[in-house]
């Protein structure tokens, strides 16, 4: 083992001579204690170390041993439902042998090295070999599967740097641990059930497709105005208490990704606690178990060394191309690259290096880049078919999206759902913007969402355009009050309040509203847009705006209430009373609607010479 020595301390950067034969992001060990770092620059014989535990205490001359290694991350079964930090120690582990605080040069296997897994061969491949066939151990060659959760099962596959060869051993079903050889080849080379991968090289896949399946969330802001493809890269900016947690919740909880990995990078530890102890609780909506038995854990909160938020990032996005290579389509919360982006600029100030824009480093976008460009949809090596979409939180100082990280991260992401402060005020959750957001999936996802419905590009531009003629008119409300615009504009108004409330906005405490489907999705906004165009028609053939008010309509059975409502009030309930699969309710108020404005319409056409309907919004 390499040995150098201490030569200078600057926090979590340390300076260590004596380390000219060492590799450029080797692993070392540092002082008596052995605490983890990583090179990460190689001056001559000098190599600049950032360590990712407290180095407090540490001092000059003291050793450093080269483990000769990349930081690597161990990949196999025994990754669900754990919750790890930033360099993958497994904190239920340190806890039980440190207590809440600690120690340095602590370690613990990333997995549980003495649990035996029920392995199972893949039933092709040991025919092929049982009949005398020559099998090549070509990269992603699938060897069997353990069934690690009810939710995940685990294929155990060839790795991508094999040295090649033909498999000479493959191990009949029985139980294996994680160390333990399943494979073997004529080049001497062993494949265990667990196999450990650089965290800072994205894994070889077999090629990239088009990403034209949406990630679906069941929030009707992101599927149906801003929607977000599998394989796809979102922003989730915003100002303190917007919302950029509970939102990642509800996509986290809801989305029909196979694997959920949260990162929980540099974020205040009481958020992270919610998180360790919601996740737990919550039952997959697709399972009903637990929805920790799709989900990874990574835990490295605003108190802990700030070199691991740094590496905590690429740590997460290994774990989650682990999964996507068997075929799963996996999406990972990062929460907040803000803080990651922080970290950064804290280790180059430490390192002295020229800062750039309010003090971050030049490569910011460099790096950013590296993250994003991990996600994708994907044939896997394998031959089947997985992604990782990744989905980063941004924390902008005071919500300004004109700083730094926000703007360098625009540059790489196609999906920037802007929270908005006012929004959150008013407790409209989610606080997703409709004037701010964008996504340049719509148009790739489209023939994916019209096999739901047709309509979807129709009401989707309809009702994005009538909230923009809204916002305009907001400005005049403001100086002259709404009593003094014609009819016609006091209905944008009207129909613009009923898609925010009736629509846009969504109760995650509400057992209908929490979730819905994208068929209901759609028709709900369709019935929105129908009574919008068919209230217009009416307008123009002389009924006053209170007459639309005043239309009604039936109560269904059972709803508890007497009589009839306003056919306004119902429309922004249906959100709410109408099961996802219930389609046969709307079917019923889409008959009330039209009738009660052909009611209305055929009132007022005898006198205005049988107008024709107006042109779209």
């Known amino acids: 083992m390499l040995e150098g020595r201490v030569e200078r301390i600057s926090g979590p950067i340390i300076r260590a001579a004596g380390m000219g034969r060492a590799g450029l992001f080797d692993v070392v060990e540092v002082g008596e204690r052995r605490i983890t770092g990583e090179i990460i620059r190689l001056e001559q014989d000098e190599a600049v170390i950032q360590v990712y535990e407290d180095a407090t205490g540490l001092q000059t001359g003291a050793p450093v041993f080269s483990t000769g290694r990349p930081l690597s991350a161990l990949l196999g079964p025994g990754l669900m439902g754990a919750i790890y930090d930033g360099i993958q120690r497994p904190l239920k582990l340190l806890y039980e042998q440190n207590g809440p605080f600690m120690a340095g040069g602590s370690r613990g296997d990333p997995l549980d090295m003495a649990k035996a897994w029920p392995f199972i061969p893949d039933p092709a491949l040991a025919g092929r070999l049982a009949q005398g066939e020559t ?3 070509r990269p992603g060659l699938v060897l069997g599967r353990v069934r690690e959760t009810e939710s995940i099962t685990c294929t155990i596959m060839v790795p991508p740097h094999t040295r090649g060869g033909v498999l000479t051993e493959l191990i009949p079903p029985g139980n294996v641990t994680a160390g333990q050889r399943v494979a073997r080849t004529s080049m001497g080379e062993d494949f265990p059930l667990a196999q450990w991968w ?15 399946q949406p990630l679906i969330t069941g929030q009707r802001v992101i599927d149906m105005f801003f929607p977000l493809a599998k394989g796809g890269t979102a922003a989730i900016p915003g100002g303190f208490g917007t919302g950029k947690t509970m939102t990642q919740h509800a996509v986290a909880k809801w989305c029909d990704a196979d694997v959920i990995i949260y990162i929980g990078c540099g974020e205040r530890g009481n958020e992270m606690t919610d998180v360790l102890a919601e996740f737990p609780r919550l039952l997959d909506p697709r399972t009903g178990r637990s929805l920790m038995e799709r989900t990874i854990l990574i ?16 740590t997460g996005v290994t774990l989650a191309e682990f999964y996507r290579d068997m075929g799963c389509h996996v999406a990972i919360m990062a929460d907040s690259t803000s803080r990651w982006a922080e970290a950064l600029r804290e280790l180059s100030g430490r390192m002295e290096e020229m800062p750039a824009e309010e ?6 976008p460099t790096r950013l880049a590296e993250f994003y460009e991990r996600a994708g949809r994907v044939g896997t090596l394998s031959g089947a078919e997985g992604s990782v979409s990744i989905i980063g939180a941004v924390s902008p100082p005071g919500g300004d999206f004109s700083e730094p990280v926000t703007q360098h991260t625009k540059r790489f992401i196609r999906c920037f759902w802007a929270l908005d402060r006012d929004l959150a005020n008013a407790r409209h959750y989610p606080a997703i913007s409709w004037t701010d957001s964008y996504s340049e999936y719509a148009d790739e996802v489209k023939p994916w969402w019209e096999q739901v419905n047709a309509a979807w590009p129709a009401v989707r531009q309809q009702a994005l355009e009538l909230l923009k003629k809204e916002q305009r008119l907001a400005e005049i409300v403001r100086l002259i009050g709404p009593d003094a615009l014609p009819d016609d504009q006091r209905l944008v108004l009207l129909a613009a309040d009923i898609i925010k409330n009736g629509f846009l906005q ?9 979730y819905c489907v994208p068929a209901k999705q759609v028709r709900l906004l369709e019935l929105i847009m129908e009574f919008y165009e068919r209230s217009r028609l009416c307008i123009t053939l002389g009924a006053p705006l209170f007459k639309i008010n005043a239309l009604e309509a039936r109560i269904p059975p059972g709803d508890g209430r007497a009589g009839v409502v306003s056919l306004r009030e119902q429309l922004a309930r249906l959100k709410s ?3 996802n699969t219930d389609a046969g309710a709307f079917a019923a108020f889409a008959g009330d609607l039209r009738f009660a404005l052909d009611e209305l319409e055929r009132a007022y056409r005898a006198n205005a010479g049988g107008l024709a309907l107006p042109g779209r919004v």
């Open 577 to 579: 009373e109408i099961p």
């Open 198 to 212: 650089p965290v800072r090289i994205p894994r070889p896949c077999g090629e990239r497709y088009i990403t034209d």
């Open 359 to 364: 003090g971050f480093p030049a490569y910011l």
């Open 135 to 137: 099998v090549k151990a």
């Open 299 to 314: 835990a490295n909160t605003s108190n802990m060394p700030v070199a691991a938020r740094e590496v905590s990032i690429y």
């Open 506 to 514: 969504q109760n995650t405490f509400d057992e209908v509203d929490m």
